[in-house]
Nanobody, 125 residues
Framework: QLALVESGGGSVQPGGSLRLSCTVS????????IGWFRQAPGKEHEGVSC????????TYGDSARDRFIISRDNDKNTVYLHMNSLKPEDTAVYYC??????????????????WGQGTEVFVSS
């Protein structure tokens, strides 16, 4: 059964770090790009990052650049989002999504084929 399951969310103080995981089952991660999105309360989905199937190509949204790192371990069917220097404005539900063969040109969640249920991140002192 196909599923994308996010984990690793939680509460953290400003300046702290979290590592989110996206574990995929039911499809071969070797053929899928994985993107991370987030949705803050009252706001639309925002593209955070995307990694190609091989891991050789990565993209970042403006809010994630220089603070977040996306990586993948295809043997474990898992993609990670390492989030550093977290700010209160990073508070959101974070989702991962899978797209066949490459990251979509537009960082829009509906451009992806499959997506997970999300994990909550709360940044506050």
């Amino acid at each position: 059964q196909l599923a994308l399951v996010e984990s690793g969310g939680g509460s953290v103080q400003p300046g702290g770090s979290l590592r989110l995981s996206c574990t995929v089952s039911g499809l071969s991660l070797d053929y899928y790009a994985i993107g991370w999105f987030r949705q803050a309360p009252g706001k639309e989905h925002e593209g955070v990052s995307c990694i190609s199937p091989s891991g050789q190509s990565t993209t970042y949204g403006d809010s994630a650049r220089d603070r977040f790192i996306i990586s993948r371990d295809n043997d474990k069917n898992t993609v990670y989002l390492h989030m550093n220097s977290l700010k209160p404005e990073d508070t959101a539900v974070y989702y991962c999504a899978a797209d066949y063969l490459s990251c979509p040109v537009l960082p829009i969640m509906l451009e992806y084929d499959y997506w997970g249920q999300g994990t909550e991140v709360f940044v506050s002192s």
